[in-house]
């Protein structure tokens, strides 16, 4: 039950709450953004797709800890997830400064995310570590595509981008060294694909 309600709380604090960082956000102060109005259109539906993915980020590893058996591999998903909230709440800062809204759809994110979660935990501790270091590193490439796309003037998301493509790459080498499975080409296929799906939408609902 306790298990059960801490996952009630996770979701809900992610979908409707204020996410508080622990570390400070990774901006450039010295360095002014000032964007043209195309500009901040183009990073704000960029940082809302980032955004999608942190509340996915959190969705999946809530779902894996609750899935395992291992209070150690729990832990490793908690203080996982704990890390993203920093992301969570820079990229909703930056999007309120950009003037953009979250998703729309962020609820149905993170019922899918939580249930790919679930079900890779459910198959088998080494699969569910697999299934990190395959997402991060999606993720991480991800954040490099939109590195290039973000303008060149906006210090701001680029630096906090940058931040979050290095934590990714970090949570992949842990999750792999934890003894993490290699996933099935036709995983990492179908990962690809929801991706797309998920970040075509994002950028615009």
């Given at each position: ?5 801490s996952t009630?709380d ?5 979908l ?11 901006t ?11 500009e901040?259109?183009?990073?704000g539906?960029l940082?809302r797709v980032?955004?999608?993915?942190e509340?996915?980020a959190?969705?999946?590893y809530?779902g894996q800890?609750?899935a395992?058996r291992?209070?150690?591999l ?12 920093d992301?969570?709440?820079w990229?909703a800062?930056?999007l ?7 998703s729309l ?14 079900v ?5 501790d080494?699969?569910?570590l697999?299934?990190?270091v395959?997402t ?5 490439e991800?954040l ?7 303008p ?8 906090i981008?940058?931040q ?6 970090r ?7 934890a003894g993490?499975?290699p996933?099935?080409?036709l ?16 950028h615009?609902?």
């Amino acid at each position: 039950m306790d298990s059960l309600l801490s996952t009630a709380d996770a979701a809900l604090r992610t979908l409707f709450a204020q996410p508080r960082a622990s570390r400070p956000c990774p901006t450039l102060p010295e360095e002014a953004t000032v964007l043209a109005a195309p500009e901040k259109r183009l990073s704000g539906a960029l940082m809302r797709v980032n955004h999608v993915g942190e509340v996915c980020a959190q969705a999946l590893y809530t779902g894996q800890a609750l899935a395992t058996r291992d209070p150690k591999l729990k832990a490793h998903f908690e203080e996982a997830s704990r890390e993203e909230t920093d992301h969570l709440a820079w990229t909703a800062e930056r999007l309120q400064e950009l003037g953009a809204r979250p998703s729309l759809l962020n609820p149905v994110w993170y019922a899918g995310a939580f249930t790919l979660g679930f079900v890779a935990g459910k198959i088998g501790d080494r699969l569910s570590l697999g299934f990190v270091v395959e997402t991060e590193k999606q993720v991480a490439e991800h954040l490099t595509g939109h590195l290039a796309r973000l303008p060149q003037g906006d210090h701001a998301s680029r630096a906090i981008v940058a931040q979050m493509r290095d934590d990714e790459l970090r949570h992949a080498s842990d999750a792999a060294a934890a003894g993490a499975t290699p996933l099935p080409s036709l995983a990492r296929g179908l990962m690809r694909a929801a991706a797309k799906v998920m970040t075509t939408t994002a950028h615009r609902i």
